[in-house]
């Protein structure tokens, strides 16, 4: 069975195109979970009551994108779930395809599929690919691939400890926090990509991310840099080998201070641009490795003094 966590927030007319696009799945076994976020225009809410297998859940206050997500991934009891935005819509087919994957796949930890974008003049097909192999190298893999959020919409395995997939966001607005939640699906397990565009991303004026393009310069590169982090922090508490954590900081540097736009959004290096001259990129770059390194080595109880230097860093 699989549960489909919509996280809501002043929803207008979105929410009836997703359910719509819901109800129409081959796959029945479902159920959705529907978290209205801040008890914002309850009445436009009644209506999808009447929906098989809806229910709507009225927070009391505010609790934006990422603890609105986390509250319904907390009450997920069935061996599957999923991450359905509120204004993008799915084909007939995409959760049969995706539960058929992992059910042929034990060693997979989540399934998505390719997203087609609509709302914007070069709607074009983002897609992703395969992160397998052992737990070393699905780590590596994330690292080095530009995966703009795709399987944040998978279909996930739930996890024993339903915390583990839990979204991890930060004070920077959660910029990027649907990224750093990809490090979590490559610790569960394999993640499996379908080439098939079965899933549609509505872009408009009201998506979150595109309040991000205009976020001051120096906001933003410090975000790129705490989302680069906290994939490292999540890498490291899977390893024991010293050996290993030291390949993660080299990794994390990589991504962070890259000029390739396959690593690094292309806003996040005129942002860089911005503010800092390429030899003092160069000059950053080796203080976060040495401030990360050293981070890692004392696992949970360097964190506090990572995030310090990362402050002080921007």
């Known amino acids: ?89 799915i084909e007939p087919d995409y959760y049969a395809a995706l539960v058929d994957l992992l059910e042929k796949t034990p060693a997979a930890g989540s399934a998505c599929t390719a997203i087609q974008t609509v709302g914007r003049p070069d709607a ?67 993640m499996l990509y379908l080439d098939r565009p079965l899933y549609r991303k509505l872009y408009h004026s009201g998506n979150t991310h595109m309040g991000w393009l205009e976020t001051p310069a120096r906001t933003l590169a410090l975000a790129w840099l705490r989302y680069c982090q906290q994939m490292a922090i999540h890498a490291a508490r899977s390893m024991v080998d010293e050996t290993q954590r030291e390949v993660i900081g080299d990794l994390a540097c990589e991504r962070a201070f890259s000029r390739d736009n396959g690593l690094r959004p292309l806003a996040v290096s005129r942002a860089f641009d911005a503010i800092w001259s390429q030899s003092e990129q160069d000059l950053r770059r080796e203080r976060m490795k040495t401030a990360l390194w050293r981070s890692l080595q004392q696992g949970q109880g360097g964190c506090y003094t990572w995030r310090k230097y990362m402050h002080r860093l921007v």
């Open 124 to 190: 074009d097909v983002i897609r992703s690919q395969n992160v397998i192999g052992d737990l070393e190298d699905r780590i590596s893999q994330v690292f080095r691939m530009s995966y703009a959020g795709v399987s944040f919409r998978a279909v996930n395995r739930t996890p024993a400890n339903l915390r583990d997939l839990t979204v991890p966001g930060n004070r920077l607005d959660n910029m990027f926090a649907d990224s750093t939640w990809i490090m979590r699906q490559a610790i569960q397990g394999e």
């Open 1 to 89: 069975m699989l549960t489909i966590c919509i996280p809501a927030y002043r929803p207008q007319n979105f929410l009836e195109r997703v359910l719509v696009s819901v109800q129409a799945q081959t796959f029945r076994d479902f159920r959705v979970v529907i978290s209205n976020d801040g008890g914002f225009e309850r009445e436009s809410f009644e209506p999808f009551r009447r929906m098989a297998n809806v229910r709507i859940h009225h927070q009391p206050g505010r609790l934006g994108w990422v603890d609105n997500a986390n509250w319904l991934i907390r009450r997920v009891k069935t061996p599957y779930f999923a991450i359905l935005p509120q204004d993008d819509t």
